[in-house]
């Protein structure tokens, strides 16, 4: 099973501030997916990345995939509160089925 | 269109009890999975289905029973609950097997086993 390290754990901000989660492993990533989760909600993908190199925008949230497909950043520019929530990567590794690895998780808090 | 549903959405049991956490997706998906989510630990993959009469394990198998008599439908049954099993559990589903696919996940089942 493919180990997935997320940092950090824990981020605590103010609005307006730019912030970026990490996802490593220390195995080559097939693909891989970031997800936000709301309190009392299932995950929703936000990304998927799957060539190396890849940088991938959506909105202020701007998705990396490292060249060597081992790791993938998600940075935030001038976050806002609507974006508190707890980010996931995922990576179903060299499978071909959909056996997700998800990181432990970072719990990003933003304050007005 | 509903998505992926589970129910319920509470449950407390006692220890030594059975139950089913149901799991219904009208999106004609051919994969379905089961995840517990605890503090700290991301999601685990419980079991797994690439499609109607076929499942497999996953990291966290022991405990746990599922089938999938249907495309629709995944079960998860806790045999004899034991609080080690309390947790948020997530149904997910996506359309092929593929590693890139997105998971669609219903909103969860907490549950509590004292």
């Known amino acids: 099973t493919q180990l997935l390290e997320q940092s950090p754990q824990f981020l605590s901000i103010q609005e307006g501030e730019n912030l970026t989660v990490y996802c490593n492993s220390s195995?080559?990533?097939?693909?891989l997916q970031w997800y936000r989760q709301e309190p009392g909600e299932g995950p929703v993908l936000l990304v998927t990345?799957?060539?190396?190199?890849e940088v991938k925008k959506l909105k202020r949230l701007t998705f990396q995939f490292g060249d060597a497909r081992k790791d993938s950043s998600l940075h935030i520019t001038a976050a806002q509160p609507g974006d508190t929530g707890l980010y996931l990567c995922?990576?179903?590794?060299?499978?071909?089925?959909?056996?997700?690895?998800f990181g432990q998780g970072t719990i990003l808090t933003v304050h007005p | 269109n509903a998505g992926v549903t589970q129910t319920p959405k509470f449950q407390v049991l006692k220890t030594g009890q059975s139950m089913t956490l149901q799991c219904a997706q009208d999106?004609?998906?051919?994969?379905m999975s089961w995840y517990r989510q605890d503090p700290g630990m991301g999601l685990r993959l419980i079991h797994y289905?690439?499609?109607?009469?076929?499942?497999d394990q996953g990291e966290v198998p022991n405990g746990y029973n599922v089938s999938r008599s249907t495309t629709e439908d995944f079960p998860l049954r806790l045999l004899s609950a034991a609080p080690s099993q309390t947790s948020v559990y997530f149904c997910?589903?996506?359309?092929?097997?593929?590693?890139?696919?997105?998971?669609?996940f219903g909103d969860g089942t907490r549950l509590s086993i004292l």
């Open positions: 289905s690439v499609g109607a009469g076929i499942t």
């Open positions: 997910a589903s996506s359309y092929t097997t593929g590693s890139d696919q997105p998971q669609h």
């Open positions: 195995s080559v990533f097939s693909s």
């Open positions: 999106m004609n998906h051919e994969y």
């Open positions: 995922a990576s179903a590794g060299g499978t071909s089925y959909g056996k997700l690895t």
């Open positions: 990345v799957v060539t190396g190199g």
